[in-house]
């Protein structure tokens, strides 16, 4: 077991070593190369004097540790608590961002050095544990390196792709509302109560990142019906109602492409299925209707009616908390109705929302 631990403290001191200079030396080729093959040759020298006999005894049988082997890893620990402060001073830009995981290992590896100092059977408790603490300290480095240098590039790129996709889906919805200006600003206002409501009914962050891409594209299909109907000034009938009836079904193929997280596309599609069955396009029923989709059709209707059309003006918010509420339950899910309910008897308004 000498041999071994010959070996273990040479490299050990080699390490600390090779960590304190890269904290000490500027970062330039040349001093890099330097000290590259100034630690190999040391290390080459150690281990021919291991070989040869000539390195001081580190173990005896039955014995356990020499007060040399013991003086060395406190050598160690000097210098890796020299590293430490050290890290602690310096102000790389390669350095920082590692900072935290190298002060861990660090700490680590130095309560590793301790018990190394202890031991007197290599396959005693002490020498198990002070690799344990070496291992623990490797992998923080590596969950360092990890993080640095896989997942927050990786976050960066999603947040890029995230922040395109916010910005074709605000095109897109902008290119309904030239093809329909009676409606300009609807499906931002829809996303606006539809999200309060679903706060208020303590939907999850996924459900309601949903709700609120759903909301805003919604209408989308009605690029597709012609502008003559959009905005007719008088009541539609029964031909171009179901020219209309056509958009949530549009508005799926249209988007049906991208690949949203959640049921995005579901949602949109059903906003204007109802509860009895009388909705459309499949004349689902209750249970067969996402949640999403029926806070999506309880804001849609609401704002439709508070806001003006080719063929009425808006009507108030009485009249608007009339229709849902004689409708909960039968068109509208009641926990829906009850939700909004209240967030206009609480003083909600479209216009303290704006932007």
Sequence with gaps: ANQPT?????????????????????????????????????????????????FPCCFIPGTGLTSFKILMEYVVLAIIVLSIYLLFKSDSPDILPYRKYYFLALILTAAGELVFTTYTDVYGFSNMLGHIFRLISYFVILQGIVYRSIREPI????????????????IMSETTEIKDPYTAGHQKRVAILADEIARKMHLSRDDRNVLSL?????????????????????????????????????????????PFEGPVLDTILQHHERLDGSGYPKGLTDKEILLTSKILAVADVVEAMLSDRPHRRARDVEEAMEEISSNSGKLYDSLVVKSCLELFQGGFSFEAHKE
């Design 214 to 258: 759903a909301s805003r594209l919604h209408d989308i299909g009605k690029l597709f019906i012609p502008t003559d109907i959009l905005t007719k000034a008088m009541p539609l009938n029964e031909q171009e109602r179901d020219f209309i009836e056509l958009h949530p079904g549009k508005s799926y193929d249209l988007l049906k492409g991208i």
């Design 6 to 54: 010959q070996f273990w403290i040479l490299g050990r001191v080699l390490e600390s070593s090779g960590l304190a200079l890269a904290l000490v030396l500027p970062k330039k080729r040349n001093l890099n190369i330097a000290y590259f093959v100034g630690l190999m040759i040391a290390g080459a020298l150690g281990t021919t004097a291991i070989a040869f006999g000539y």
């Design 155 to 170: 976050d960066s790129l999603y947040n890029r792709i995230s922040k395109t996709q916010e910005e074709l889906i605000a």
